[in-house]
């Protein structure tokens, strides 16, 4: 009846919403044991929180910047594509498709299923099948509802915001209180340098990081956010600054109830923490932690089939995946694809390993991507661009980034490699099927697929 096209939905407050309900879910719950664990103790712990939402912000101004500089979505694979090439893009989207994305939603769903049954098998864990049912189970049901509705999956993603900050001030409130009662024993010693071992701190970082990521978000969803020059760089800022203080109150409470050997020993330190500190909500607190890993599931698909949708539209990726259903308005084929390795990880993965392996190729090319940033500045001096940061901030930001790249060869090299073996594989990939240009030759399946699911190419350019 009118023209098919991703329609403009995504206003501040859904903006808003789509950053805190992605970057306040399974990260806050379970990277604490990973922070501590490679950083050592309490103090320094604390320090990598600080450090890591630190780093965020400036990622995030950069990602602004770049969301306002250039106008499609993609997120960073449009801006590596625009600034440094096709071939480091294309070695992004095989990264992200084969290794960052599912093993990101994996961890996720885990932690998802792990959190919801944990007040039926308390003092017990959940056994193992049981958590990776009920995570599949999950994930299936925001699949579905990406597929169906736009305006529904905002619509949840803002109400689960709420429930996330809910979440955090209920693991706050009660962690102060004791904190102002002269609760301060698990503080003693808090920088014991005897505990730091200096190359696992990259570790430690991706922990928090990883707690922190989804400050990125916005910019995958650009052509569909109401004025997007004025409210990607607004919803950024108040989003991560909310965060921030959040995660750094949140962590003192975990520190002020649970000691050291607590945290290291509990696979979900947001129930232990109940456990010990607020008995009359043991059963409530886990049911919100699962909703706010709920919530990260649904912005992540959210987000990363239009990552899938803009490749395809940009020649570097199979051309059923550009196009969207004809009633429903949604990116269907790019929504479903992430299917079947979501499940398989599910399945065969655990959240630590999980968490190493994708991290890295991750924040090797956020780092290009804010390396892009300097680039087009450089080519483009004189394109006027509505918000801009100072050089220091990308430079310092890209040179953290690659640098704990690099020294995560020394803390984890088996899951390192496997992950720069992900990153390498693209190679032959693209020059035997995107460079010569054999991407388009599918041409009868891509129909008969087209006719099954309903979907057409977009009608109308939105950037």
């Known amino acids: 009846e009118g023209a098919v096209f991703l329609r403009k939905k995504i206003t501040l407050l859904r ?19 990973g922070v501590l664990k490679n950083s050592g103790s309490v103090g320094f712990s604390l320090v990598v929180w600080f450090a890591c939402g630190l780093l965020s912000m400036f990622g995030a101004l950069c990602y ?36 960052i994305r599912p093993a990101n939603s ?13 007040p039926f098998f308390a003092p017990c864990a959940a056994p193992v099948p049981a958590v990776k049912l009920v995570s599949l189970l999950g994930y299936y049901m925001v699949l579905t509802l990406n597929s169906w509705s736009v305006t529904w999956s905002a619509r949840l993603q803002t109400a689960l915001s709420i429930v996330k900050l809910l ?16 609760h301060t024993e698990n503080f003693q010693d808090a920088f014991d340098k005897q505990s730091l071992v200096l190359d696992k701190l990259p570790l430690a970082f991706y922990a928090g990081m990883f707690a922190y990521s989804g400050w990125f978000q916005t910019s995958f969803v650009r052509e569909e956010l109401v004025r997007p020059e004025r409210n990607i760089p607004l919803a950024v800022i108040v989003s991560v600054i909310t965060v921030i203080v959040g995660y750094m109150l949140t962590n003192v409470s975990y520190y002020t109830v649970l000691g050291t050997q607590d945290v290291l020993a509990s ?16 059963s409530v607190v886990p049911v919100l932690v699962a909703l706010s890993c709920f919530g990260t599931m649904n912005g992540g698909i959210f987000t990363f089939s239009r990552t899938l ?51 890295f190729s991750r924040w090797l090319f956020i780092g290009l ?61 693209y020059y035997l099927i995107i460079h010569r240009q054999m991407s388009n030759r ?14 057409v190419q977009q009608e109308i350019k939105t950037y």
């Open 15 to 33: 903006a808003f919403s789509l950053l805190i309900g992605s970057m306040v879910g399974s990260g806050i719950f379970i990277s604490p044991k």
């Open 64 to 99: 602004a910047e770049l969301g306002t500089r250039i106008t499609k979505s993609g997120g960073h694979y449009i801006y590596i594509l625009e600034t440094l090439g096709p071939l480091p893009s294309f070695l992004f989207l095989w990264a992200e498709f084969f290794a």
């Open 106 to 118: 994996a961890v996720v769903s885990l932690a998802f299923g792990r959190y919801m049954l944990e």
């Open 167 to 182: 979440a955090l001030a209920l693991i706050i409130v009660p962690g102060m209180m004791l904190l102002a009662k002269g």
């Open 267 to 282: 696979p979900a330190v947001a129930v232990s923490f109940v456990q010990r500190a607020f008995k009359s909500l043991i």
């Open 309 to 359: 949708f803009v490749a395809s539209r940009e020649g570097q990726w199979p051309p059923l995946f550009s196009m969207i259903h004809i009633r429903r308005h949604t990116p269907l084929p790019a929504v479903m694809l992430m299917f079947p390795l979501v499940t398989a990880m599910v399945c065969i993965g655990d959240i630590y390993h999980l968490m190493n392996f994708f991290s």
């Open 369 to 429: 991507a804010t390396l892009g940033l300097i680039v087009h500045r450089h080519r483009h001096p004189e394109l006027h661009s509505p918000f801009k940061v100072p050089l220091f901030i990308p430079v310092s930001f890209t040179i953290v980034c690659l640098f704990t790249v690099a020294m995560s060869f020394y803390s984890d090299p088996v899951n390192i490699s496997i992950g720069c073996t992900m990153v390498l594989s693209g190679f032959p990939v």
């Open 442 to 455: 599918c041409h009868y399946l891509t129909y008969k697929l087209q006719l099954l699911l309903e979907v």
